[in-house]
């Protein structure tokens, strides 16, 4: 048995969860997210510097919670996760320097997490029989990529967007035509009170068999439609827009879901980020897989956002593979290229666990 503090900073939630691992099955003990969207919602995006400040400020209070709820003390812990990279550096490096404070002052061990891995990670807190090999599709507000993951969960990025991330092109459409911030959740909603064919976008899926999407193109295609009516005078139907868009982008998040399917001969497919949370895209994937035969694990809605348990279960890879970082962990704004889930230390050396 394991106990992991999972810890979250990347973007706009601070978040800590303890997860537990006995014989190999993950279970979240507690899971707090503090999100800052109100506060970001009068700008309209995330401010990166108010995102920062309010890491700072919830850490703490997060950290005890999580710790409280979960009836867990710091001396229980086996191990720190954290959220090192990709993201946005200062709210980054607000979760990862908490982090190794903790963990050096009460000699844990600490792991550091990829936050992608982590989405993809957060399939196994609800389906505790999923097993590797699968292929992994993350669609968040920063990514939309389709991963081959092995036996040893390790994987290998084989497609994905060429611009811009499916969340970030639903956010934006939802933010030009007045839904409130993040539009992503209210696009879904809106999408059944249109008619999907009722205006004509191009596709995201680019042609061909190469498993590449760009999200640019719909995005232009919609601002410019919207334009074109504010010119002419014309009212536009907000939910003909939403439902148009929606069954454009999913329509094209399927077709190369099917492509990579096919290309990998994989029979999993873990759908994960926040944008997993479209009941539009999940009710698409599940047809997809139910005709091809493939079993299909996605994260509960709650879990598709940013959460502590998620980095958790991502940890407890990198901590049964003995990989460790110490203070010398870094965060970093991008991803790079890494072996085994959740085992990134592109700045840290293996220490021995307590
Ligand atoms: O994974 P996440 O919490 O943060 C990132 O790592 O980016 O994803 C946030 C994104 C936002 O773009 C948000 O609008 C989108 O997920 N999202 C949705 C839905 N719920 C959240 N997009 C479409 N439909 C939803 N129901
Ligand atoms: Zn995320």
Same mark, same amino acid.
Request: glycine content about 10%; overall charge negative; proline content about 4%.
């Given at each position: 048995?394991?106990l992991?503090?999972?810890m ?14 006995k014989n $190999?099955?993950?279970t979240?003990?507690?899971?707090i997210v ?5 506060? =970001? ?6 401010v ?11 850490v703490s209070k997060?950290?005890?919670e ?6 867990? @003390? ?10 090192s990279?990709p993201?946005l ?11 190794k404070?903790?963990?050096?002052a009460?000699?844990i ?6 936050h992608?891995?982590? =989405?993809?990670?957060? &399939?196994f807190?609800? =389906?505790?029989?999923?097993k590797?090999p699968f ?8 990514h939309?990529s ?9 994987y ?8 811009d991330?499916?969340?970030? @092109?639903f956010?934006?459409?939802?933010r ?9 959740a209210a696009?879904d ?10 205006i004509?976008l ?9 498993i ?7 995005k232009?295609?919609a601002?410019?439609?919207?334009n074109? @009516? ?6 536009v ?9 929606t069954a454009k982008?999913v329509?094209?998040?399927a ?11 994989l ?5 994960a980020g926040?944008?997993?949370?479209n009941? =539009? ?5 599940e047809a997809?897989?139910q ?6 694990a996605?994260?509960?809605? &709650?879990?598709? $956002? ?21 203070? &010398?962990?870094? @965060?970093s704004?991008l ?13 840290s050396?293996k220490?021995?666990?307590?």
């Open positions: 048995m394991a992991l503090l999972g979250e900073s990347s973007c706009d939630e601070t978040s800590a969860a303890v997860v537990e691992e $190999g099955i993950l979240v003990r507690s899971n503090a999100s800052q969207i109100e506060t =970001h919602r009068l700008y309209g995006g995330v990166p510097e108010i995102a920062s400040r309010a890491h700072v400020e919830a997060v950290t005890a999580a710790l409280e709820n979960a009836g867990v @003390a710091l001396a229980d812990l086996d191990a720190i996760a954290v959220t990279h993201g550096i200062g709210a980054l490096l607000v979760g990862v320097n908490f982090a404070s903790l963990a050096y009460n000699k061990p600490l792991v550091s997490v990829n992608i891995h982590a =989405h993809i990670c957060a &399939a807190l609800c =389906h505790p029989d999923l590797p292929l992994a599709l993350v669609v968040s507000g920063g939309t389709f991963y081959a993951v092995n036996e040893k969960m390790e290998r990025e084989i497609g994905g967007t060429r611009d991330a499916a969340g970030e @092109a956010d934006k459409i939802g030009v035509i007045g839904l409130p911030y993040p539009g992503g696009l909603k809106l999408a059944y009170e249109g008619n999907p064919k009722a004509l191009p596709s995201p899926a680019l042609v061909g068999e190469e590449a999407l760009s999200f640019s193109g719909i232009t295609a601002l410019n439609y919207l074109g @009516a504010e010119q002419k005078g014309l009212a139907n907000r939910a003909d827009l939403a439902a148009s868009y982008i329509e094209a998040i077709k190369k879901t099917d492509l990579a399917l096919g290309q990998t001969g029979k999993t497919l873990v759908l926040g944008v997993a949370a009941s =539009h895209l999940r009710r698409a994937l997809l897989c005709k091809r035969k493939v079993r299909l996605m994260p509960s809605v &709650a879990l598709c $956002g940013d959460n502590g348990a998620m980095v958790a279960a991502a940890g407890y890879f990198g901590f049964r593979a003995g990989c460790f970082s110490d203070v &010398a962990l870094n @965060a704004a991803d790079y290229p890494e072996g085994v889930i959740g085992t990134s230390k592109p700045q050396q220490i021995d666990k307590k």
